[in-house]
């Protein structure tokens, strides 16, 4: 984790473990590195903390105290760092190249996205357009696109205030924004809400977007025989 690339000591020592047949003591990794074991003691104890090291205690063979020893957790260093916004670069640029069919391909993805993102109600009841309104200011707070409703209990418009894919949407807006609202579309139709999403306004102000909200088309009633 953060630490061990941080600190050339702690990656020394986790490393020694690494390569050693079996789980290794304080003393015996500190006579490896050429340290005092004091110092070993205090990275084996932060990389166990961190969850890239075990520490197990074996049985004593005869007198005296059980001995810890420590090992590497199996699996993937997950320490170091992330290239996230190079993946979403690539996805990105092979739907753009699909041409016409990218906008409605990004649009896909953030209806689906979006009706995973919330609980639909129970098929009894249907929330309110102020319910509903609260729930999606709440699902856009929690993603990082500091919503600021306008217009009431029931806004007729959100302004967010911040863009968690902002450089992403300065490269590939005409498919990152409509993916943002289909998300919210998504949502609410989820949601079974009076309300949709009609429009979002990338960078509609200097230090916002706009969505704008609207009644949702009445749903055809359920006919019952």
Request: with cysteine; aromatic share 4%.
């Amino acid at each position: 984790m953060p630490g061990a690339h941080r600190s050339p000591r702690r990656r020394e020592v986790l490393d020694v473990l690494r390569t050693a047949a079996a789980p290794l003591g304080v003393a015996e990794t500190a006579e490896r590195i050429g340290v005092h074991p004091n110092t070993v003691r205090f990275h084996l104890e932060a990389l166990a903390g961190e969850g890239l090291v075990e520490r197990r205690v074996l049985e004593p063979s005869g007198p005296g105290r059980p001995r810890t020893v420590y090992a590497p957790r199996p699996g993937m260093d997950r320490g170091g760092t992330r290239s996230y916004r190079l993946l979403a670069q690539m996805l990105l640029g092979r739907i753009a190249a699909t041409g016409s069919d990218a906008r409605s391909t990004a649009m896909e993805a953030g209806r689906s996205w979006g009706r995973s993102l919330v609980e639909a109600p129970p098929p009894s009841r249907r929330p309110t357009s102020e319910e509903s309104a609260g729930r999606l200011v709440e699902l856009l707070d929690g993603l990082g696109f500091a919503p600021d409703p306008e217009g009431g209990k029931v806004p007729a418009r959100i302004r967010l205030r911040h863009c968690p894919f902002l450089e992403l949407a300065e490269e590939y807006g005409e498919l990152v924004c409509p993916l943002h609202l289909a998300l919210m579309q998504g949502a609410l139709a989820e949601l079974r809400a009076p309300l949709t999403a009609t429009d979002l306004e990338p960078f509609a102000e200097p230090d916002a977007c706009l969505a704008h909200l609207a009644p949702a088309p009445q749903q055809t009633a359920e006919r019952h025989p």
